[in-house]
């Protein structure tokens, strides 16, 4: 079992620093704009909290567009994702996502690293600092590790100097993001 609380805390902060002249510009997700981000982190924190609690995740994806009110709604979503996975339940297991069955502990990692690679994007974004916890970093960095340069995988090819790098800097550089476009210093 892991604490989400200083990972989804610090995505909530950058969250709130989203004003609407942000909401076009670009992120480290190329495909993404910052609305789209937002999007998939309403889309994800849902879907990872209904695994947590051994739900089915029911409903629609989020229609494109953002909710009204939705900087409120995905602080409330941040804290019910780790309010979700503060159950030792939550870890026992296996459960699926995306159409593939595993443990969900593997699952509590995935949905951590959402969490932490999609906060350090938005906050990249926007130019606002991103603290990441270096126990989230510890956690998340096995799993970054074994999918980092897999073609069809969900990172980016790894880029030079990872394997050197240690700590948030390594793992973003496995992930396929530089740390040099983002605000540096932020593990806690």
């Known amino acids: 079992m892991h604490d989400f609380f200083p990972a989804t805390a610090a995505a909530a902060r950058v969250v709130a620093l989203v004003t609407d002249e942000h909401l076009d510009l670009p992120t480290p997700c190329e495909a993404w704009p910052v609305r789209d981000l937002l999007e ?5 924190t849902a879907a990872f909290a209904a695994i947590a ?16 009110g939705w900087r409120e709604l995905l602080a409330a979503a941040f804290d019910d994702l780790s309010n979700a996975w503060g159950k030792p339940e939550a870890w026992e297991g296996e459960d699926e996502a995306g159409g593939v069955a595993m443990p969900r502990a593997a699952l509590g ?6 969490v932490v690679l999609h906060g350090w994007d ?22 970054v590790e074994q999918f980092s340069g897999m073609s069809g995988g969900p ?3 790894p880029l030079p100097g990872a394997q050197e790098a240690s700590g948030v800097n390594r793992l ?7 740390p040099a476009i983002g605000w540096e210093g932020g593990v806690g």
């Open 109 to 114: 990692v995935v949905a951590l690293d959402e």
């Open 122 to 143: 938005l906050a990249t974004a926007i130019g606002v600092p991103f603290a990441v916890a270096s126990s989230d970093v510890e956690v998340c960095m096995p799993f």
């Open 40 to 44: 998939h982190m309403a889309g994800f």
């Open 172 to 178: 973003l550089l496995l992930s396929g993001r530089d």
């Open 53 to 68: 609690r051994q739900q089915e995740v029911t409903g629609d994806p989020p229609a494109s567009g953002l909710p009204e």
């Open 155 to 157: 990172f980016g090819a």
